[in-house]
């Protein structure tokens, strides 16, 4: 590479930034971008804790009287889902035109305005349109943390990163949980305990809302957008907050990989450069999202179908979902020191394992143990991935790209949540666990084959 495409003024804020140490200062913004992922997070999740109060209800059945049945509790997860298609693949471009930071704090305002209405909402209809509407907001805050996130950590810690964003956001995974337990079954000030799970939720989201305006922009998406001043600032900061907090001088700064002064767009995914790239993800995603969601979604309404009362699978699927936000963070000891794709690859065959076995379980102490299991795999998959898809993307389209190949995981559930209710009709839990494994290998096969490394690469290395 020659000196004149490695000596650019946007390549060495990408080189400043890519050799900080992680100092408490690049933690601290971690940990607001995980703070604000919590309640996407509790969205996502509340479907599965929420589902029996909404069968006691009759505003929803456990399965479909038709496939697309709208009636279900497929049609609640797929509105949701097609909500998050449309946030992802319509309006994901936006993060990487107007920025990061400030599509971030939009996309959570928007969600609490849409979530706040559906709780009070008592029609199939009604709750699935504002499902719809808060799943778009979901989907563009989901695809921005990842491109926010991976621009913002240096590449020997984007892992531990991510593994980090996922614990601490996964926290929203046992709360509601929790919540639901205590409160699905009552009814607190005339209201349904459904409801309040959907409220504390959404208003929790705007505490958090304050917490993000102290996130600077990303100075990589600056710098790529020409706005040089503006990210030399913003790196200057950054700076001055981890030498001080490091002791000593910075480490040197290493060799700059430039990217292209240019503006992205959705054609470029798919010139010939990342065709191969765009195609894998897209098919990854669509089958990796089935062992995600096919269990996490699912788990209280498969217990149920097993024969277990309402109050002991919220109680089961409480202590289950314990290891969300715990297995992220045990696993950022090894993130960074095995590569990313042989992750994915290990998690899917433990998620098609563990599944099988689970489907094999009565006893109340095998199911939490297997559910634990299983959620660990399911968390592997989940902070391998997110942090892959955004590795693989110049900046000037990372967040388009990513909303586009990420969007086939959110399609995948609409479809896949009707196929899950299905197998569950007409073959029990062994039928849906049996399809979860196929998914899997499917996902193994596409990422084992034809997924690039990664891991502690820069991001601009990556991209080429």
């Known amino acids: ?257 430039m990217e292209l002064p240019r503006a992205g767009s959705y054609l470029e995914i798919f010139s010939p450069e990342y065709r191969k790239r765009t195609i894998m993800l897209s098919v990854f995603q669509f089958f990796q999202t089935i062992g995600f969601y096919g269990f996490a979604n699912w788990v209280p309404t498969l217990l149920i179908a097993k024969g277990i009362h309402v109050t002991q699978t919220l109680e089961y699927t409480f202590i289950i979902a314990l290891a969300f936000p715990i297995w992220p963070l045990v696993s950022m000891l090894y993130a960074d020191k095995m590569e990313r794709k042989w992750q994915i690859c290990a998690s899917a065959l433990c998620i098609a394992v563990f599944g099988m076995i689970f489907a094999a379980q009565t006893s109340g102490g095998a199911i939490i143990v297997i559910g634990l299991l299983q959620t660990m795999s399911i968390m592997w998959l989940s902070f391998s991935l997110h942090t892959y898809q955004a590795e693989l993307y110049p900046t000037r389209m990372r967040a388009r790209a990513v909303g586009f190949t990420y969007s086939f995981s959110r399609i995948s559930v609409v479809f896949t949540s009707y196929m899950v209710a299905a197998m569950l009709k007409n073959f029990g839990v062994n039928g849906v666990f049996v399809f979860i494994a196929l998914a899997m290998a499917i996902v193994i096969g596409v990422i084992g084959s034809f997924g690039p490394r990664t891991t502690r690469l820069a991001l601009e290395q990556i991209s080429h």
């Open 1 to 257: 590479m020659s000196t004149s495409r490695t000596t650019t003024p946007a390549a060495m804020i990408t080189a400043r930034l890519d050799r900080l140490p992680a100092t408490r200062h690049m933690w601290v913004l971690v940990l607001l971008l995980s703070l604000g992922s919590c309640f996407e997070i509790y969205d996502l999740f509340f479907t599965a804790y929420v589902a029996p109060a909404l069968f006691k209800a009759h505003i929803f059945t456990a399965t479909t009287v038709s496939f697309f049945g709208m009636t279900g509790l497929a049609s609640f997860i797929a509105a949701l889902f097609l909500g998050l298609f449309v946030g992802t693949i319509v309006f994901s471009y936006v993060a990487d035109r107007y920025g990061r930071r400030r599509i971030f704090i939009f996309s959570l305002l928007w969600y609490s305005a849409a979530t706040a209405i559906l709780a009070f909402q008592s029609t199939a209809n009604a709750i699935n349109f504002w499902r719809f509407i808060g799943g778009i907001g979901i989907g563009v805050e989901l695809v921005t943390i990842d491109a926010y996130l991976s621009e913002l950590m240096p590449r020997t810690i984007r892992g531990k990163a991510f593994a980090f964003q996922q614990g601490i956001g996964q926290i929203a995974v046992p709360l509601v949980a929790f919540l639901a337990w205590i409160l699905v079954p009552i009814a607190p000030l005339g209201l349904d305990g459904w409801r309040w799970v959907v409220l504390i939720g959404s208003v929790g989201a705007v505490f958090v809302w304050f917490l993000r305006l102290g996130l600077p922009e990303s100075p990589r998406w600056l710098a790529q957008q020409g706005r040089l001043d503006e990210a030399e600032a913003v790196m200057a900061v950054i700076e001055a907050k981890v030498a001080a907090e490091y002791g000593q001088p910075l480490p040197p700064i290493g060799a700059p990989e």
